[in-house]
C-alpha cells in the first residue's frame, strides 16, 4: 500500500471519527437545552401553609394545636356516635389518622368552612394526600355530594 494511499485513509477515519463526535456533541447540547427549558418551565406545586395536628377526633375530623377544627374534604368515614354509629371502623379510622398525622405538621389546603365553623380542607404530609390514602386504604370512602371539590379527586 502506498503512502499516499495509507495517508488519505488515516485522513478520512480521522475526519470521520471528528464529524461522529461532533454530531455527538451537537446532540448532546440540544438535549441539554430541551431539558434546561423543561425544569425552568415545569409547573411547581405551589407552596401550602402548613399546621400541626393535635388529634383527630375521628376519621375526618381532627384539630390543630392552635385550636382549629378542620373536616377533612371530600370524604366520609364511619360514625363513632348516633344513629348510624357504627364503631369498630369508625375506631379503626381515627387511630389509623391519629397515627398517621397527630403531632405532625402537615400541609393543608383551605377550601370552605361548614356549617358547623370548622374548616373544610384537604391535608397532605410528605407529597401524600391524606383524604386519599385513607380511601385506598380502605378506612373512608368518596363523599360524593362534595367529590368536587378537592384535585386529587377530579384527577
Known amino acids: 500500500m502506498s503512502k499516499d494511499k495509507l495517508k488519505s485513509e488515516k485522513q478520512f477515519i480521522r475526519n470521520l471519527l471528528i464529524g461522529f463526535f461532533s454530531a455527538f456533541f451537537l446532540v448532546f447540547v440540544i438535549a441539554m437545552i430541551v431539558l434546561l427549558q423543561t425544569i425552568i418551565s415545569y409547573p411547581t ?39 348510624k354509629a357504627d364503631p369498630i371502623p369508625a375506631k379503626a379510622a381515627r387511630d389509623y389518622l391519629n397515627d398517621l398525622i397527630a403531632g405532625s405538621t402537615v400541609n393543608i389546603h383551605r377550601i370552605t368552612e361548614d356549617r358547623y365553623g370548622r374548616t373544610v380542607a384537604e391535608l397532605s404530609k410528605d407529597l401524600i394526600n391524606i383524604q386519599e390514602h385513607l380511601v385506598e386504604k380502605g378506612f373512608a370512602s368518596m363523599y360524593e355530594r362534595y367529590a368536587n371539590q378537592c384535585q386529587w379527586r377530579k384527577n
Do not use: H, N, S, W
Request: charged share 30%.
Open 45 to 83: 406545586i405551589p407552596k401550602l401553609p402548613t399546621v400541626t395536628i393535635q388529634r383527630c377526633y375521628d376519621g375526618d375530623t381532627c384539630t390543630t394545636t392552635e385550636g382549629e377544627k378542620i373536616r377533612l374534604a371530600c370524604i366520609d368515614t364511619p360514625e363513632l356516635r348516633g344513629k
